[in-house]
């Protein structure tokens, strides 16, 4: 149904009963006097008809056409008067008579139609344009008291008038419209009465609706104006409404005043965590460069003690603080990981990944591992690119295998491999090892959660590379899955999606597995090389100089980069540069290297940048710079390779 | 003593009540009306025309119509035998006191105007007489029809100085006096007439006998038919009644004599009545 409007509604039910009735009572006045206008023609016609036949008598009686013309023309005078005929008692017409003025009619053929009109027991005859009226000529009685038969009054003739009804059609005419006007007039004040009415009700509604709106958008200021002419409902509807309004804004500022309370807690406390997240971040960082550091020397040392040591009893000593130092400083590592990850100190960088260099990578790393143990580790070659955070993603895979090493048994088998499925690369690290119950799978990804294997306790974990796992895949939105039985070995699968374009990740330091286990015995192409070393430990320095000395390298040790500055305003020249990543003042290596850059025209020598910080911002500069990295605690074999790889390439 | 009534209206009513105050109370007077068997009577008085015919056709009594016109009892009686005897007191005026009156209010008449029609039954010659008398002539004109009454009115009213009226209402009725009058006024020439209603009318003067006067006449009747057992012949009334219309004359610029005048010119004249 269309909707009607309050106005339209309110128009029409005033409207129409007036209309009725005003209509209905014209109707009615209007034929009443339309009847009686009918009415008075007709008598004034009968008037005249008698008054001319009673003034024709004698008229007639003398047949005097002068006399009958006499007063014929005197009755035409009368106004509407069209024709007049007079006839004797025979319907023979003695005089007929039409006014000039009106249709002009022709008196000879006029007496048929006077006959065939009107006679005496058809008095009145109406057509459109005229009333006939037929009147007797009867002469009049005059009482003679002659006591004498009075004779039977006799009809000596009969007076037709025809009354032209023109004036009277004009009249009605006039009165038909005069009426029209009126009822115009009468329907046009309430006409306006119900337009200013219905104003007054359709105004304040549409400024209500408008306020409504303007709430409904938002703004609480809105007022509706209340006007005197506003009808009371509405008047109280309005101001009810500028009270809701003002009740709206009141609860709205309070509501607004309590979040702005709440927001400002919630600042507080944000601040707060931020500021606890930031120290905490910062006691990490602290801790993870303060515990390395010596943990870093320990090792050199170590390295060194080993080279010095002599007998079995010394050598074994020695062998058993190694494995000790090795065991803290995995210890240390994946307890600060595990700490990084919870605080999310780590941030993923995802970009583009070759997983297949990845993979060799891994491999290089435990190929040792897995053949003291007498395993065989196998990597299925792949030539997938997935998108993910290099870094942290080889980290999942070092973890699985080092997992897989350590829970399978001599000769056993340790298998990677890729496997496309769909738009995601799946990266399997299969053993054939002891396998996971299915009780303990639900527990494996927690924290220092073994397995009880009173076989491998040799190479015992110390339960974190799972949880470390299990915290990167969810950081990274891979995918983590596991299939294992108890005795018939283990399957971790990650699910990595797989990167659209196709380009060549930017890893810094990866290492072809052959040169290392080349350089396993070569010493010869260290020997004789001059080396920058760098760090603001002095146990550090001192550690790492010893090493390299025997080594077979030439060592300059500087503990901050004036002192470079020094040594190389007496024009000091390296084959190498190994330098501390973090350095006093807030001086990083980059900046040794880049101030070695400087001074020496020739080409810039190989550069080994060695931090305690895995933080982002560390990693990625030197990614930028080029320059390879290393983590301390930074094993002397791994620093070997890498050292003798970079002079080879040199060379 | 029967008394015939031809209706109730007023010329008889008023008849009637004189009738009674003049008779004297030994006189035993019934009312009819004329419709019915009038029975036996002494005397039977008919008045009017209507309650002659009814007497005449049950003659069974001595009658006395009064208030006829002298034509119609002649119609209804002359020439019949009636043992019982029959006499009248005529309506109308004999020619005689019509002539003289006309003289005495219009001497200088010469030519009298007269309308007949075919059924008029007058006897004209004792008005010849009275005209020449008085040194003029009548003029009289025939009227056939109603319809022809205006040419022969014309042609009567062109001839002559006075239209004298005839108790013939086939031409002087209600419904044509008053074109007669017209006509005669519109050629100034007056008419005489018969009755007051004449006069009332519009003519210029009329000589009649009033129904009293003809009831005075009646009781002296029957007091003389009681007396004597017998009837007088037939009569004119006695007594007669001028009426004058001086606004007519007035109008056809004629001065009037008075009334008394006029009496006296018709003593004069040799008139016998007073």
């Known amino acids: 149904m269309r909707r009607i409007g309050i106005r339209t509604q309110i128009t029409a039910l005033t409207l129409i009963p007036l209309l009725v009735v005003v209509v209905s009572m014209e109707a009615y006045f209007l034929r009443d006097r339309f009847a009686d206008l009918d009415n008075d023609l007709q008598e004034h016609g009968k008037l005249l008809a008698r008054q001319l036949a009673g003034s024709a008598e004698y008229g007639v009686f003398s047949n005097n056409q002068a006399f009958l013309q006499g007063i014929a023309n005197y009755t035409l005078m009368q106004n509407d008067v069209r024709s007049i005929a007079i006839t004797d008692s025979s319907s023979r017409i003695l005089h007929h008579a039409s006014d000039p003025t009106g249709k002009v009619t022709s008196s000879g053929s006029d007496d048929n139609i006077f006959q065939s009109r009107v006679d005496l027991l058809n008095p009145i005859s109406i057509d459109t344009e005229s009333v006939w009226l037929y009147q007797p000529i009867v002469p009049t009685q005059v009482g003679l008291d002659d006591l004498a038969d009075e004779p039977k009054s006799l009809q000596i003739g009969a ?213 003291l143990r007498n395993i065989r580790l196998v990597i299925h070659p792949c030539t997938e690119h997935v998108h993910s955070d290099p870094m942290l993603l080889e980290r999942i895979l070092t973890n699985l295998v080092s997992n897989a090493l350590r829970y399978t048994p001599q000769n056993g088998r340790v298998m990677i491999a890729c496997r496309r499925r769909g738009d995601r690369v799946r990266i399997e690290v299969r053993d054939n090892g002891i396998g996971i119950s299915r009780n303990d799978q639900n527990n494996i990804y927690r924290e220092f959660f073994q397995l009880n294997q009173p076989q491998l306790d040799s190479s015992k974990g110390l339960g974190l590379g799972l949880a470390i796992v299990d915290r990167l895949v969810k950081l990274l939105g891979h995918q983590i899955g596991l299939r294992s039985a108890p005795g018939k070995g283990s399957v971790f699968a990650v699910e990595v999606p797989i990167a659209s374009g196709v380009a060549e990740s930017s890893m810094a330091g990866t290492i072809d597995s052959e040169t290392e286990t080349e350089a396993v015995t070569d010493n010869s192409i260290l020997a004789g090389k001059k080396l920058l070393v760098v760090d603001d430990d002095e146990m550090v320095l001192n550690s790492t100089a010893s090493i390299l000395l025997a080594w077979g390298c030439q060592v300059t040790l500087a503990t901050s980069l004036s002192q470079v500055e020094q040594y190389l305003q007496h024009d000091m020249s390296w084959d190498m540069i190994i330098s501390d990543y973090q350095l006093e003042n807030h001086a990083t290596g980059i900046d040794v290297i880049t101030m070695v850059q400087q001074h020496q025209s020739q080409k810039l020598p190989p550069c080994i940048l060695v931090s305690g910080d895995t933080g982002p911002t560390v990693l990625k500069l030197a990614a930028v710079s080029g320059h390879h990295l290393l983590h301390k605690p930074v094993k002397p074999a791994k620093l070997r390779s890498l050292a003798i790889h970079l002079l080879e390439d040199t060379e | 003593m029967t008394l015939l009534l031809g209706d109730s209206s007023a010329p008889y009513q008023a008849f009637t009540e004189t009738l009674r105050q003049r008779l004297p109370a030994s006189i035993r007077l019934s009312v009819r009306e004329p419709n019915g068997s009038v029975g036996a009577s002494d005397l039977v008085v008919a008045v009017g025309m209507k309650a002659a015919e009814s007497a005449a056709s049950d003659p069974r009594s001595p009658i006395l119509a009064v208030m006829v016109p002298k034509s119609g009892y002649d119609s209804l009686f002359l020439g019949q035998k009636m043992p019982q005897g029959i006499s009248a007191i005529y309506l109308d005026q004999p020619w005689e006191r019509q002539v003289d009156f006309l003289y005495a209010v219009l001497p200088d008449v010469e030519r009298v105007g007269l309308l007949y029609s075919p059924e008029t039954r007058l006897e004209i010659s004792p008005l010849l007489n009275s005209v020449a008398n008085h040194g003029g002539s009548v003029v009289a004109q025939s009227v056939q029809s109603a319809e022809r009454l205006f040419s022969s009115l014309e042609r009567v009213l062109s001839g002559s100085d006075v239209l004298l009226a005839i108790p013939d209402s086939r031409i002087y009725n209600a419904t044509s006096i008053r074109n007669i009058l017209l006509t005669s006024y519109r050629h100034e020439v007056p008419l005489i007439g018969l009755s007051q209603g004449y006069v009332n009318a519009g003519a210029l003067a009329a000589i009649f006998t009033l129904p009293e006067q003809i009831a005075e006449q009646t009781a002296k009747q029957i007091v003389a038919f009681e007396q004597r057992r017998g009837l007088a012949a037939p009569s004119y009334p006695e007594h007669f009644t001028i009426s004058l219309n001086n606004q007519v004359a007035r109008s056809l610029e004629i001065r009037l004599p008075s009334e008394s005048d006029i009496r006296k010119r018709m003593r004069n004249t040799g008139g016998a009545e007073r």
Not at chain 1, 165 to 191: C, G, H, N, Q, Y
Not at chain 1, 238 to 258: H, P, T, V, W, Y
Request: glycine share 4%.
């Open chain 1, 159 to 371: 007076v037709v008038i025809e009354m032209s009804r023109r004036d009277t059609e004009k009249r009605k005419s006039k009165m038909l419209w005069f009426t029209v006007s009126v009822t115009a007039l009468i329907l046009a004040f309430p006409l306006y009465a119900i337009f200013l009415a219905s104003r007054s009700i359709t105004y304040p509604i549409r400024r209500l609706s408008e306020a409504v709106q303007q709430i409904a958008k938002g703004n609480l200021d809105v007022q509706v104006r209340v006007s005197d002419g506003t009808t009371q409902e509405l008047g109280n509807l309005a101001s009810g409404f500028n009270d809701m309004a003002a009740q709206l804004k009141d609860e709205r500022a309070i509501l607004e005043d309590r979040i702005e309370e709440a927001t400002q807690a919630l600042r507080a406390k944000k601040e707060e965590a931020e500021r606890a997240s930031h120290d905490k971040s910062h006691f990490l960082a602290v801790a993870s460069h303060d515990l390395r550091q010596p943990l870093h020397a320990l090792g050199l040392y170590i390295a060194e003690l080993q080279r010095k040591a002599v007998g079995d009893e010394q050598q074994y000593l020695v062998r058993q603080v190694e494995r000790s130092v090795e065991s803290l400083s995995t210890l240390l590592n994946a307890l600060l990981d595990i700490s990084k990850l919870d605080a999310g100190a780590i941030v993923p960088h995802m970009q583009v990944c070759d997983l297949g260099a990845m993979l060799r990578h891994v491999a290089t790393d435990y190929q040792i591992l897995s053949s």
